[in-house]
């Protein structure tokens, strides 16, 4: 029931379906479906929410950034929930990209955190928003603005 | 021990009535039993000059209640994208049911920001909030929610909260919480399941 970091470990079989796909070059991490919510009223901070399949080797994603016309800040964050059930929000350093592995980055899990926005987020809107991996280094995400998941 | 294996021959008993017999399923949500009684408390609405509104539905109908803040980039505009989705799949239903919003950061959230961004989510929905933290405290409380606003090294304002939604019977009494990540399908079939069990009260 509760959306949290789901690291699935496809293992084998995606390996083994990227390979196919894509002819075994594959060092770097992919990022896809990317989304961010359309923005409430008076809302000064949104969230981009993605899906990061790990290459061949391991990676971490140390950085990620947004237009600025579309927010002034961007940063990486995590959303927990402590033993009482109080939800805190905090900046992440990094997130960990196992090798072959998925990491979902959902409401109420890792986020990309859009911080002061410079208009509210228009369902339909399309940006881009560049994701630094440690080793693999720049991948570009297009995301996509929309009231739902 | 016999006792023991009394209890817990009635114990399936009543189980397998409940996944045999019931023609209603139970709610999704977390019973509150017993539930508490709200309808004593209440804080201004700044989306109705601050008059004071009682945590109570209107008669035949559902109030829902969500402790937030408008600077929440995640959980906030999740839920209540939730609670919106779950009453445009309610239909005609949608207009017994209430939603307001109590603000956890009242510092930053002043009334018209407040009203704006409830309301952006669900028309005329309330947007309640007080200065006094003593006063919103005393109304936190008997739902079991907590928040804290803190200020990090950098300056950045944190803000944690539990993200539970209430509903509040036409009596006031508390019947059902909802934790963060509850479904849209399940909130609208709570939502549909108390607003038929507040109309059947009232005949």
Redesign the interface.
């Given at each position: 029931?509760?959306?949290k970091l789901a690291v699935v470990g496809l293992g084998m079989v995606l390996m083994a379906m990227t390979m196919a796909a894509c002819g075994g070059d594959d060092a770097t991490p992919k990022a896809e479906d990317a989304w961010a919510?359309t923005s409430?009223?008076?809302?000064?901070?949104?969230?981009v929410y993605v899906t990061i399949t790990g290459g061949d080797t391991a990676d971490r994603l140390v950085k990620a950034q947004a237009p600025t016309e579309v927010a002034a800040m961007t940063e990486i964050?995590e959303?927990t929930?402590?033993d009482?059930?109080?939800?805190?929000?905090?900046q992440v350093p990094a997130i960990e990209v196992p090798a072959g592995g998925t990491v979902l980055l959902e409401?109420?899990g890792y986020?990309i955190?859009?911080?002061k926005l410079a208009a509210p987020l228009e369902s339909g809107q399309k940006f881009d928003v560049v994701l630094t991996f440690e080793t693999a280094g720049d991948v570009t995400v297009p995301v996509e603005v929309r009231?739902?998941e | 021990m016999r006792l023991r294996a009394a209890l817990c021959a009635t114990a399936i008993f009543v189980l397998v009535l409940a996944a045999c017999g019931g023609e209603e399923a139970g709610p999704a949500g977390i019973v509150r039993d017993p539930a508490p009684e709200m309808a004593a408390l209440s804080l201004p609405d700044a989306a109705n000059a601050n008059a004071e509104f009682a945590f109570k539905a209107d008669p035949g109908q559902l109030l829902v209640v969500y402790f937030g803040y408008t600077s929440c980039p995640d959980v906030c505009p999740t839920t209540l994208a939730d609670v919106r989705s779950a009453l445009e799949d309610m239909g005609d239903d949608a207009q017994y049911v209430d939603l307001a919003m109590i603000t956890v950061d009242p510092d930053r959230d002043d009334g018209e920001r407040l009203t704006a961004y409830v309301q952006s989510f669900v028309a005329d929905s309330h947007a309640l909030r007080t200065d006094d933290p003593d006063e919103l405290w005393a109304v936190a409380e008997p739902f079991g929610a907590f928040y804290e606003v803190g200020t990090a090294d950098d300056g950045t304002v944190e803000v944690g909260h539990t993200a539970f939604l209430y509903g509040i019977d036409d009596a006031g009494l508390l019947q059902l919480q909802w934790a963060f990540g509850t479904e849209p399908e399940d909130l609208r079939g709570d939502f549909t399941l108390l607003v038929n069990r507040a109309k059947e009260n009232r005949g």
């Open positions: 029931m509760i959306r919510r409430a009223m008076m809302q000064d901070a949104g969230a964050h959303t929930m402590n009482e059930g109080t939800m805190m929000m905090g409401p109420g986020h955190m859009l911080m009231e739902q | -």
